[in-house]
């Protein structure tokens, strides 16, 4: 089975600075898909960024970016220019591949990391 | 809007009881999901469907039982309501293919007392 963690209950930033969540995973599939979610205190799940593992090249999204390190199995999101909205549980989560169906597994997620953003 | 929407967003109820909570979604996708988020905020997957068949189905008490209608439904009922079901519970959808991300509901904060 596959698993994800987040090593970081809770980080803290100043506004302005940049930031770096730390994610792992576990698995024995070679295509899969991985995901950073953020829940505010609205409870919302908004997706963040998206990492194909079939891809080098480090996915971008304005002020959030992934450093996916597949041999290490490795997938950390950094967010740049942190502000205040930014504040929120940081969830990172995996996605099998298998063709058509293997979707249905849906998530596996980590715990989840805490952002702080002090002003 | 295009979303997924579920309600109620609060339920409130007593030990015992018999409750529902109801999914819908317009995004056009063929996959639905439930997803219990603790007071740890940790996310567990209980049950998926895809195109109306039950695909996963975790280690989750019989007293919960999803029901889909159709593709854009997944209701979930709860019998005998215990304490320890208090939690968050999302919906979500997706297409099945894997790089196809989960869009959720806002979430059902339910309290059992």
């Known amino acids: 089975a596959q698993t994800v963690t987040q090593s970081q209950p809770e980080m803290s930033v100043q506004e302005a600075e940049t930031v770096t969540l730390s994610c792992t995973y576990d698995t024995s599939e070679s295509d899969y898909y991985l995901f950073w979610y953020k829940q505010p205190p609205s409870r919302q799940m908004i997706l963040v960024i998206r990492q194909e593992a079939y891809k080098q090249q480090n996915a971008t999204e304005n002020r959030f970016s992934v450093n996916f390190q597949k041999a290490a199995k490795s997938f950390s999101l950094k967010i740049s220019d942190s502000q205040l909205g930014d504040a929120a549980m940081y969830f990172c989560?995996?996605?099998?591949?298998?063709?058509?169906?293997?979707?249905?597994?849906?998530?596996?997620f980590g715990k989840g990391t805490h952002l702080i953003i002090q002003p | 809007d295009t979303a997924v929407s579920q309600t109620p967003k609060y339920l409130v109820t007593q030990m015992g009881n018999d409750k529902s909570i109801k999914c819908e979604q317009n995004?056009?996708?063929?996959?639905m999901y439930w997803y219990k988020q603790d007071s740890k905020k940790f996310l567990k997957i209980m049950f998926s469907?895809?195109?109306?068949?039950?695909?996963i189905n975790e280690t989750v008490p019989n007293r919960f039982s999803p029901k889909s209608p159709d593709k854009a439904h997944l209701n979930l009922h709860i019998n005998s309501l215990e304490l320890g079901d208090s939690a968050v519970y999302f919906c979500?959808?997706?297409?099945?293919?894997?790089?196809?991300?989960?869009?959720f509901g806002n979430g059902t904060r339910l309290t059992v007392t």
């Open positions: 469907y895809n195109n109306k068949e039950l695909i």
């Open positions: 979500a959808s997706s297409h099945v293919t894997g790089n196809s991300p989960l869009h």
């Open positions: 995004l056009g996708h063929d996959t």
């Open positions: 989560a995996y996605r099998r591949d298998q063709g058509l169906g293997g979707g249905a597994d849906g998530l596996t």
